[in-house]
C-alpha cells in the first residue's frame, strides 16, 4: 500500500514549531564564533551589546527563541526557518523563491537583520536586536530540519529516542547533541564553551583544519540572500542523506537514538563547527565595514 506521507501528517499545523535548534546548538555556536572574531570585531559587537565578558554573544544566542511566541515576539515566528518544498529522498533542493513565505523565512531575515546592523542611521538599540537575531539565524539555517518543510521541519513526525516519544524536529535540534555531549541536560552553558572548545581545536588544528578555509569562501555582505542560500542548500541536502535516507513515512516510530545516531552525529557537528566559524567571518565583515576600513574581507 502506498500511503501519501501528507496523510500521516495531518494536524502537524497546530504543534507549535519546537523550540529552534536547542539551546545547546545555539550557545556553541556562538562560543566558537567569540574564538575565531578579530579583535576589533569582539570590541564593536561587545559594545553594541553591552556585554564585556567572553560571553557576549553566547549570551544572546537563544533571545530569539525566548521572545518568538511572546505578543510581541510573534513578527519573528517565521524567521527562523525556510520551508524548502522539495521531496526527500528522492530530490532535496530549496528555492528562494519558491520556498520563503511572504512574510519572512530565515534568509531574508538575515537579509534584513544584516542591512539594520549596516545602518548606523538606526539606533543603538535597533541594532543591538538586529546582532542577536543574526546571531541566532546563521544558527538556524544549519539545522537541516530548519530548512525543510516536510510535516513542518519535522515536528510533525513522531520518532523514539531512548524509548521515549519525541518529534523529529526536536530530535535533530537537541537529543542527538546532548547525547553526544554525555546527556547532561543541565549546565547548558558550560557543556556548550567545552564543545565549542573542541570544535574550535578541530578547525584550527584537527579534522576540519583544509576544509575550513571553503566554509567562508563567497561570503558576500551585499548579497545575504546569495550567502544564506549557499549555506540553506547545503544543510537542506543532509534532509535527503541523513535525515530520511529512506523517506519521511520510514522513519515514523523508529528509535533513532542507535544506528541513526551514529551517522546523524558527525552532521550535526560539522554544522555547529561551520555555522560557529561562519558567523565570526559574518561579525567580521560587519564590524569592518562599521568601522571604517574593509580590508581582510571575512578572513579569520
Ligand atoms: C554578559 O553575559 C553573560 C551571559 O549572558 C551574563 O552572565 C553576564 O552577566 C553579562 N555581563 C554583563 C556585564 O552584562
Ligand atoms: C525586518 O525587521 C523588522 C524589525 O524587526 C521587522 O519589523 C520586519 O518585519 C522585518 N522585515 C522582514 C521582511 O522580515
Ligand atoms: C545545492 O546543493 C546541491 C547538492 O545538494 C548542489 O549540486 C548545488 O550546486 C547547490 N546549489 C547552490 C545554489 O548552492
Known amino acids: 500500500m502506498r500511503l ?4 500521516l501528517f495531518l494536524g502537524a499545523s497546530v504543534l507549535p514549531r519546537a523550540i529552534a535548534w536547542g539551546s545547546l546548538g545555539h550557545i556553541a555556536i556562538a562560543y566558537i564564533a567569540s574564538n575565531f572574531v578579530k579583535e576589533n570585531t569582539e570590541a564593536y559587537f561587545q559594545g553594541l551589546l553591552g556585554n564585556d565578558t567572553e560571553h557576549y554573544l553566547a549570551g544572546v544566542a537563544t533571545w530569539a527563541d525566548s521572545i518568538r511566541y511572546t505578543k510581541w515576539g510573534r513578527f519573528s515566528k517565521n524567521f527562523h526557518f525556510i520551508d524548502a518544498k522539495d521531496d526527500p529522498p528522492t530530490y532535496c533542493g530549496v528555492d528562494f523563491v519558491r520556498d520563503c513565505k511572504e512574510d519572512g523565512c530565515v534568509v531574508s531575515s538575515l537579509q534584513n537583520y ?3 546592523l549596516l545602518d548606523s542611521k538606526l539606533w543603538p538599540w535597533q541594532r543591538n536586536q538586529a546582532a542577536k537575531f543574526v546571531i541566532h539565524f546563521v544558527g538556524d539555517i544549519h539545522q537541516p530540519l530548519h530548512v525543510e518543510n516536510v510535516a513542518q521541519g519535522g515536528n510533525g513526525i513522531h ?5 521515549h516519544e519525541f518529534n523529529l524536529h526536536h530530535v535533530w535540534d537537541s537529543s542527538i547533541a546532548e547525547k553526544m555531549l554525555g546527556g547532561n541536560r543541565r549546565k547548558t552553558y558550560d557543556n556548550a564553551f567545552r564543545w565549542a572548545s573542541d570544535l574550535t ?8 583544519l583544509t576544509e575550513s578555509a571553503s566554509w567562508i569562501d ?3 555582505l551585499d548579497d545575504p540572500i546569495a550567502t544564506s542560500m549557499v549555506w540553506a542548500n547545503e544543510s537542506n541536502a543532509y534532509v535527503c542523506s541523513h535525515v530520511f535516507p529512506e523517506g519521511p513515512t520510514a ?3 523508529q528509535e533513532l537514538a542507535g544506528e541513526y545516531f551514529e551517522k546523524a552525529a558527525p552532521v550535526i557537528e560539522l554544522q555547529v563547527a561551520k555555522a560557529g566559524y561562519r ?3 559574518w561579525l567580521n565583515l560587519i564590524a569592518d565595514r562599521m568601522s571604517g576600513g574593509e580590508k581582510d574581507l571575512g578572513e579569520l
Open 251 to 253: 522513519i515514523i516510530g
Open 279 to 281: 558567523l565570526a567571518a
Open 201 to 208: 581545536d578541530e578547525i584550527k588544528s584537527g579534522k576540519y
Open 114 to 116: 544584516t542591512s539594520q
Open 4 to 7: 501519501d506521507p501528507r496523510a
Open 218 to 220: 563567497g561570503l558576500l
Open 159 to 163: 520518532v523514539n529516542w531512548q524509548g
